[in-house]
T-cell receptor, first 110, second 118 residues
Framework: TQLLEQSPQFLSIQEGENLTVYCNSS?????LQWYRQEPGEGPVLLVT?????EVKKLKRLTFQFGDARKDSSLHITAAQPGDTGLYLC??????????FGTGTSLTVIP | NAGVMQNPRHLVRRRGQEARLRCSPM?????VYWYRQLPEEGLKFMVY????????ESGMPKERFSAEFPKEGPSILRIQQVVRGDSAAYFC????????????????FGPGTRLTVT
């Protein structure tokens, strides 16, 4: 059973379009992280959200943590080819226990 | 400050051989996690270790797999008598002891070891 479900699983869009990726669970997390992974490399941490309802912005990326700390979303504005990659969310439970989502593979076409 | 280091980056083993994957955490980090990833999939948790202790190995297969994080030296993930199904990318991540930003824990990943079993 997967603790964190991400949707969509695959996304292919044109450069300049906006997109939103979702990360959902029935569990309450103490914090949630988003990572981006490029082929052949390890995941790179993008952001950590801690407080329910928290919104963080990283240039064209906007991350939101749900009020109940069970879900999160990642919104990308004016996507660029450099945004292509696998986006992973990870929820933290208890003592340093990380649970990763299923991943969203994003392709931005020039 | 060097990041998480893993070696080798690529490892080819024949069926029945042993694979040893090494992970050196970031300086000052005492928590190490091992994950396995198949193509186009997310990360599957295997084991969580602190120095000289296995904290959680609930994601580790009961047979052929073992992990250690000794007082000195890197963490080792060992796979005995490898089979073709063991072919995957294995990632190590480390995190610092205690909290970082506002009661949150953050993991930093190495580049991974790609194991191919022929």
């Amino acid at each position: 059973t997967q603790l964190l479900e991400q949707s969509p699983q695959f996304l292919s869009i044109q450069e300049g379009e906006n997109l939103t990726v979702y990360c959902n669970s029935s569990s309450v997390f103490s914090s949630l992280q988003w990572y981006r992974q490029e082929p052949g490399e390890g995941p790179v941490l993008l952001v950590t959200v801690v407080t329910g309802g928290e919104v963080k912005k990283l240039k064209r990326l906007t991350f939101q943590f749900g009020d109940a700390r069970k879900d999160s979303s990642l919104h990308i504005t004016a996507a660029q080819p450099g945004d292509t990659g696998l986006y992973l969310c990870a929820g933290v439970l208890g003592r340093n226990q990380f649970y990763f989502g299923t991943g969203t593979s994003l392709t931005v076409i020039p | 400050n060097a990041g998480v280091m893993q070696n080798p980056r690529h490892l080819v083993r024949r069926r029945g051989q042993e694979a040893r994957l090494r992970c050196s955490p970031m300086k000052g980090h005492s928590h190490v996690y091992w994950y396995r990833q198949l193509p186009e999939e997310g990360l599957k948790f295997m084991v969580y270790l602190q120095k000289e202790n296995i904290i959680d190995e609930s994601g580790m297969p009961k047979e052929r797999f073992s992990a250690e994080f000794p007082k000195e030296g890197p963490s080792i993930l060992r796979i005995q008598q490898v089979v073709r199904g063991d072919s995957a990318a294995y990632f190590c991540a480390s995190s610092p002891q205690g909290t970082t930003s506002g009661n949150s824990y953050e993991q930093y990943f190495g580049p991974g070891t790609r194991l191919t079993v022929t």
